[in-house]
């Protein structure tokens, strides 16, 4: 296990508020504190453990003895009252733990070669939104996603529970300048489409072949410039409804692609 046991204490249980990791925990969720995310839930904690992500401090509740059991007695057994105060959560999950933020990567740093898929996602500011957005795109075979600054951060607690660990296993790229980005992925050989909420081409007709990179906008529409080259699609659907939520048009698009299924070289 990949820990810092610096904040546990090992062989007894926390019953202290004023427990390191706890408090860096807590003022972690409540954005105080930057440079460390918070992982929330079996699944995810595992998914960590799977990966090599070198936890700051594991924390299961002493209500959950089956938990620490079967991470084989690793991480520091807590109050489950105070590990509850710590959660973001109406119920705790029974397991939480601290890690560091992952390492910023470029596009230069991608495994781009075949013909990749990638999400360009521009502001969306709801966590839950972008975290169920991150798991349709590893879903559909999305190779890597870019997320421009303005939205809601890849490493918030909300967006890492909704993606189900896909934010942990997917290349995340964080870029500043849409218009960079843009010119960037067109001298990599990449085709540019972008969802469109009217007036764009139909998904079934539109060539899906080779490097292609989606850019979704905000839940309000709005998409930053980024230039020329972006060739608007846009889901046809009828009745009296305007539009569709974000994640939703998205995953229809990322899977009008037809890369799920397939494996990056």
């Known amino acids: 296990m990949l820990y810092n046991r610096s904040m546990c204490a090992d062989g007894q249980i926390i019953r202290s508020r004023s427990n390191a990791g706890l408090k860096r925990m807590r003022a972690v969720l409540a954005g105080r504190e930057r440079g460390a995310l918070v992982l929330e839930g079996e699944r995810l904690v595992r998914d960590a453990l799977r990966l090599g992500y070198p936890l700051e401090g594991l924390f299961v509740g002493d209500d959950h003895p089956e938990i620490h059991a079967s991470l084989g007695g690793e991480g520091s057994l807590v109050e489950a009252a105070l590990l509850q105060q710590a959660s973001g959560l109406k119920t ?113 007709e539109f060539d899906w072949a080779g490097p292609i990179a989606l850019w979704v906008s905000s839940e309000t529409g709005a998409l930053p410039d980024s230039g ?28 009008a692609a037809g890369r799920a299924g397939s494996k990056a070289p």
């Open 92 to 204: 705790s999950p029974g397991v939480m733990a601290l890690a560091p933020i992952p390492k910023a990567l470029t596009l230069e740093q991608l495994n781009l070669e075949g013909d990749p898929l990638l999400l360009v996602v521009a502001g969306i500011s709801d966590p839950g939104n972008l975290g169920a957005l991150a798991r349709s795109a590893e879903a559909a075979g999305v190779r890597a996603l870019v997320l421009l600054s303005g939205g809601a951060s890849p490493w918030n607690a909300k967006a890492l529970r909704g993606s189900m660990g896909s934010l942990l296993r997917l290349p995340v790229v964080i870029a500043e300048d849409a218009l960079q980005v843009g010119r960037e992925l067109s001298g990599l050989g990449f085709r540019q489409a972008v969802a469109a909420t009217r007036d764009g081409g139909a998904p079934a």
């Open 228 to 255: 020329q080259g972006l060739e608007p699609l846009t889901i046809p659907i009828t009745g009296e409804v305007d539009s569709l939520n974000v994640t939703v048009a998205a995953s229809l698009l990322l899977f």
